[in-house]
């Protein structure tokens, strides 16, 4: 689990640092703009490598069960799941309904997620992931908005570029339920 916890901390920790904008401009001042985004991609990868293997250790090690979540909860994770992926893909240059509902819909779908397997993940390892996925992404939002940064504006009419989102969100969607067992190792229905 210790693999896990350092993978999170660096992940997340790469993505929190620029939450604040100033120590941000001094990194970029101090490396340049270029040698700063290479640190952070190479620090990002490097702590979703971690993340990844940590996991797969932790649950080869035997979960750590915590609680057990009623099953009832697996429909609200299928609809928080699908709503995560339609916010990932109104992301496009064009903007629409969807978006200026979400605002951030980057954020938006990361907090969708992980609550969604918060909500399903009753053993210790799930809940620090997914938990500290849910924390981060709240704590960015927030961030965003104390600087002013409010998002994607309002769009009263639905657009193509909602439509996309939708089909594109569906579709990824559908494929993460059949390749989920193969891919996670963890079957979503029936599982």
Same mark, same amino acid.
């Given at each position: 689990?210790?693999?896990?916890?350092?993978?999170?901390?660096?992940?997340?920790? /790469?993505?929190?640092?620029?939450?604040? *904008?100033?120590?941000?401009?001094?990194?970029?001042?101090?490396? %340049?703009? *270029?040698?700063?985004? =290479? #640190?952070?991609?190479?620090?990002?990868? =490097?702590?979703?490598?971690?993340?990844?293997?940590?996991? $797969?250790?932790?649950?080869?090690? %035997?979960?750590?069960?915590?609680? !057990?979540?009623?099953?009832?909860?697996?429909?609200? !994770?299928?609809?928080?799941?699908?709503?995560?992926?339609? #916010? =990932?893909?109104?992301?496009?240059?064009?903007?629409?309904? $969807?978006?200026?509902?979400?605002?951030?819909?980057?954020?938006?779908?990361?907090?969708?997620?992980?609550?969604?397997?918060?909500? /399903?993940?009753?053993?210790?390892?799930?809940?620090?992931?997914? %938990?500290?996925?849910?924390?981060?992404?709240?704590?960015?939002?927030?961030?965003?908005?104390?600087?002013?940064?409010?998002?994607?504006?309002? !769009?009263?009419?639905?657009?193509?570029?909602?439509?996309?989102?939708? /089909?594109?969100?569906?579709? $990824?969607?559908?494929?993460?339920?059949?390749?989920?067992?193969?891919?996670?190792?963890?079957? /979503?229905? !029936?599982?």
């Amino acid at each position: 689990m210790l693999i896990l916890i350092l993978g999170l901390i660096l992940f997340l920790g /790469v993505h929190s640092f620029s939450m604040s *904008r100033r120590w941000r401009a001094k990194a970029i001042d101090l490396m %340049g703009l *270029r040698y700063y985004k =290479l #640190s952070y991609m190479a620090k990002s990868f =490097l702590g979703l490598g971690l993340i990844i293997w940590g996991f $797969i250790r932790y649950r080869h090690a %035997g979960l750590i069960m915590v609680w !057990n979540p009623p099953y009832a909860l697996h429909y609200l !994770n299928f609809a928080l799941t699908w709503l995560a992926l339609v #916010s =990932l893909f109104s992301m496009g240059s064009k903007p629409g309904k $969807i978006r200026g509902l979400v605002r951030h819909p980057m954020i938006t779908a990361v907090k969708f997620w992980a609550l969604a397997h918060l909500l /399903v993940n009753g053993d210790l390892g799930g809940m620090l992931l997914f %938990g500290s996925f849910l924390a981060w992404a709240v704590a960015d939002r927030i961030s965003l908005k104390k600087r002013g940064d409010y998002g994607a504006p309002r !769009n009263k009419k639905f657009t193509p570029a909602d439509l996309q989102a939708g /089909v594109l969100g569906s579709a $990824i969607y559908a494929a993460i339920i059949f390749l989920h067992p193969y891919l996670f190792g963890v079957p /979503v229905i !029936n599982g």
